[in-house]
């Protein structure tokens, strides 16, 4: 026979199930990012095509995700937090598929790449590659941690990978015009480039959630730097 305390315990089981899975898809995507930049920087094809057959691995992740927060929903009829972690978890892995499609096509453009073995990626899309890999791993540390300033911290730096971002666009545009021989290539560098600042973006919206998971403040859009000023005659 079962105590009032078992369908309770059962339930926190499952949700730290739910994140120990959301770790494994981050570990995924994280990896998929990587192994996407080194096939680029190694015009490695076959490192390429590893890295988009492997994008099934994240959108099963992302299925089974979703089916086990809906039924906790279902079964256990989670309130007020509880809640509010199950619906992040849903948004996140969303996310993390998407990430997945960010390393699909920086793969897609090592591809492309390999027939230029001359063409050296920029030093800012490297950084940029560990900047956003690092930014992932540290959202998802935060999210399972419940850890709302490690969250903000990750919000910061997304401003750096912006200014690489800019920086690897510049530079590009600046050789394209020298010599039209480095268009095609220059092009798909500058592809790697949004790319790996989308992988950012997508990282900075785990943290978001956790910030509104952990504090109930929203900080999309710089939402807390737009509250009206005090009255001066005040």
Do not use: W
Not at 114 to 135: C, G, W
């Amino acid at each position: 026979m079962s105590t009032p305390l078992e369908p309770h315990r059962h339930f926190h089981e499952e949700l730290s199930h739910l994140k120990q899975r959301l770790l494994a898809a981050s570990a995924e995507a994280e990896e998929a990012v990587g192994n996407a930049v080194e096939a680029l920087l190694l015009r490695d094809r076959t490192k390429a095509q590893e890295v988009i057959r492997g994008d099934r691995t994240i959108n099963t992740l992302e299925s089974s995700i979703e089916e086990q927060a809906f039924q906790l929903i279902a079964l256990h009829q989670p309130m007020a937090r509880d809640l509010r972690l199950i619906f992040a978890a849903v948004r996140i892995v969303g996310d993390l598929e998407r990430v997945g499609d960010h390393a699909v096509n920086i793969a897609q453009s090592a591809e492309q790449l390999v027939s230029y073995p001359h063409i050296v990626p920029q030093p800012e899309i490297v950084e940029m590659a560990r900047l956003s890999r690092q930014m992932l791993s540290d959202a998802l540390s935060a999210f399972v941690r419940g850890d709302a300033p490690l969250a903000r911290a990750v919000c910061r730096r997304d401003d750096a990978v912006d200014s690489l971002n800019d920086s690897v666009f510049r530079i590009l545009l600046t050789h394209m015009m020298e010599d039209q021989r480095v268009i095609k290539p220059g092009m798909e560098l500058i592809l790697v480039s949004r790319n790996l600042e989308r992988v950012a973006d997508l990282a900075t919206n785990v943290a978001e959630d956790v910030v509104f998971l952990e504090e109930g403040k929203t900080i999309k859009h710089h939402a807390e730097d737009e509250r009206p000023a005090p009255d001066a005659a005040s």
